[in-house]
């Protein structure tokens, strides 16, 4: 086998914790929950889950508020059952990445209580206070991502501090050098208790203008769009700075062994490949969520795809990402027949794949009615869907009325759909679910589909193809992004897999086939090219 480490050829898969499985009867999943299931994420083919944060919380931004670093919320669970997780996964032969969430804590974190407590507390410094603008106002322009601006006037002080997110959720200084060593501590502390690394929240955005300077008006803002896109964030985020606490993090991770560092970060491509660092030395893997954004068409996947590899670093290994819990669902955005074809790219693309959990069996968006609401995004700048509760229904095991994830009444609406659940579609040859499980394994036991080059990227019409290959082994994928049938070339093969299941195993001669309208395949090229 190569030299790769575990993350490279790795399947990581999501868990939503307040959706995945609830043990306890609150109806909000739990951490017993996901040991429960380990063996289904074993069993579909995954070696890694990241959880999103589970860290005692006020949850007004549901965990990404963080009261205390270095402790679980009662409602997930305790540290003991933390470790038990982390044991099981580890027998299962499964690596457990944990959420970071250094950016930010919550105002109920006792730093920030220190810190607004007087101008001369020793944890001042730790958050972003500066005084009023002479007109009383905020200091400057900077909006918050959830809407207004993004300074609270503090009474008591006389002063406002800054937050990216929620006013309950104060942006941490990354200037002072306490708050770094204090995160650091964070990091061992769970490193220390086994984990395999870390997803690290807004990455991006750690570090802010040091003179505190305007953000300069963006002119192609639209109406409707987010309240903070009225600007560029030229001083607000991607600063320089930011790439030597990414070196720091990743030092301290390294000191552990072969541990992975992967980072939140929404950037073009060019700034996001910096986060790799110079030598190497920064993100093990800056997330790359240009599938979720991108118009869905072959001419336009091609064009990433290919865009991306060549903007790599020569040290940098790729990864991609189809959904996360800050976005609509791939079944939603592209459909329930396409999210296959979108299984079968995430899957044969060069790089680390991360799924988002429920993909795997088609879930698609819930409805959530306005008496159900949770997300802030959405309570705070209602009606421009920036509302998250969709894609965070809980995970559905069954067709029971709630899903089978949980004895009490679910925090969020099951989200439902004739079928979309494991049970029923663990007996059925032609599911999603047996899809993503042939997926995974064929991805599992070819390592041209995990470290082969990727070459030939080509659209033509609606489909998109390519070839993945090592050594003498090479495959060919194609692609039909659209429901329409098309002809496309292959080459002389074996039909190893097909997202509608038909004439897999079948000889093909070439030179080309017939792809119905919204079908994948994988044929193992019978001759080098
Ligand atoms: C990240 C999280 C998102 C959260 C935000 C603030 O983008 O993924 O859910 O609201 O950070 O922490």
Redesign the pocket.
């Known amino acids: 086998m190569s030299e790769l480490a575990w993350w490279q050829r790795a399947v990581i898969y999501q868990v939503y914790p307040r959706s995945f499985q609830d043990e306890n009867g609150d109806g909000i999943g739990d951490l017993a929950g996901i040991t429960a299931r380990l063996h289904y994420l074993r069993a579909l083919g995954a070696d890694a889950l990241w959880i ?1 944060p589970v860290y005692p919380s006020p949850m007004v ?2 965990g ?2 963080v009261a205390d670093y270095c402790a679980i919320a009662p409602m997930f669970g305790t540290l003991d059952d933390f470790d038990r997780l982390v044991t099981h996964a580890h027998e299962l032969g499964l690596k457990v990445l944990l959420d970071f ?1 250094p ?2 804590s919550s105002d109920k974190h006792p730093w920030f209580t220190e810190s607004r407590s007087s101008r001369d507390n020793p944890k001042r410094d730790w958050y972003l206070w500066r005084d009023p603008a002479p007109d009383g106002g905020p200091p400057n322009n900077w909006l918050s ?1 959830m809407g207004g601006s993004a300074w609270e006037w503090d009474r008591l002080t006389g002063q406002y501090y800054y937050h ?2 929620l006013r309950e ?1 104060p942006d941490l200084n990354w200037r002072n050098a306490d708050v770094r060593t204090a995160m650091d501590c964070v990091m061992r502390f769970w490193l220390d208790r086994g984990v395999d690394g870390f997803r690290v ?2 990455l991006w955005l750690l570090i802010k203008d040091a003179l505190f300077r305007d953000n300069p008006p963006n002119p192609q803002f639209k109406a409707g769009e987010p309240d903070h896109h009225r600007q560029l964030q030229t001083y607000t985020e991607d600063q320089p700075e930011v790439h030597d606490i990414v070196r720091s993090m990743r030092a301290t991770l390294d000191e552990y062994g072969e541990r992975v560092l992967i980072g ?1 970060i929404y950037l073009p491509v060019p700034q996001l490949v910096s986060y790799y660092g110079p030598n190497g030395d920064g993100a093990n893997m800056p997330f790359n969520f240009q599938l979720i954004s991108a118009p869905w068409n072959a001419t336009e996947i091609a064009r990433i795809v290919s865009e991306y590899d060549h903007a790599l670093p020569l040290h940098a290994w790729p990864n991609w990402v189809l959904g ?3 976005n609509p669902r791939v079944a939603s955005r592209i459909g329930v027949r396409q999210a296959r074809v979108a299984a079968m790219l995430l899957l044969t693309l060069r790089g680390t794949p991360t799924l988002y959990y429920g993909d795997e069996i088609g879930m698609t968006d819930g409805t959530i009615p306005p008496d159900r609401v949770q997300d802030p ?1 959405e309570l705070r700048q209602p009606g421009i869907g920036q509302g ?1 509760d969709p894609e965070r229904t809980p995970m559905q095991w069954d067709g029971s009325p709630n899903a089978g994830f949980s004895s009490g009444v679910p925090w969020l609406p099951i989200s439902g759909g004739d079928g979309i659940n494991v049970v029923d579609q663990d007996s059925k040859p032609s599911s999603m679910l047996m899809f993503y499980r042939r997926l995974l394994a064929l991805r599992g036991s070819e390592p041209a589909l995990v470290e082969g080059a990727i070459e030939r990227v080509v659209s033509s019409g609606s489909v998109l193809t390519y070839e993945r290959h090592l050594g003498d082994h090479r495959f060919f994928i194609a692609l039909n992004m659209a429901g329409a049938d098309a002809q496309v070339e292959v080459p002389q093969g074996t039909l190893v897999l097909s997202t509608t299941g038909c004439h897999e195993g079948e000889r093909i001669e070439g030179p080309s086939l017939l792809l119905a309208g919204d079908e994948g395949i994988v044929i193992r090229a019978s001759k080098p090219a």
Do not use: L
Request: charged share 35%; glycine share 0%; hydrophobic share 30%.
């Open positions: 999103s931004d549901f990404y508020d969430v950016n930010h991502r990216a997110f959720q929240d807004v939140e996360n819990h800050d995004a998250r």
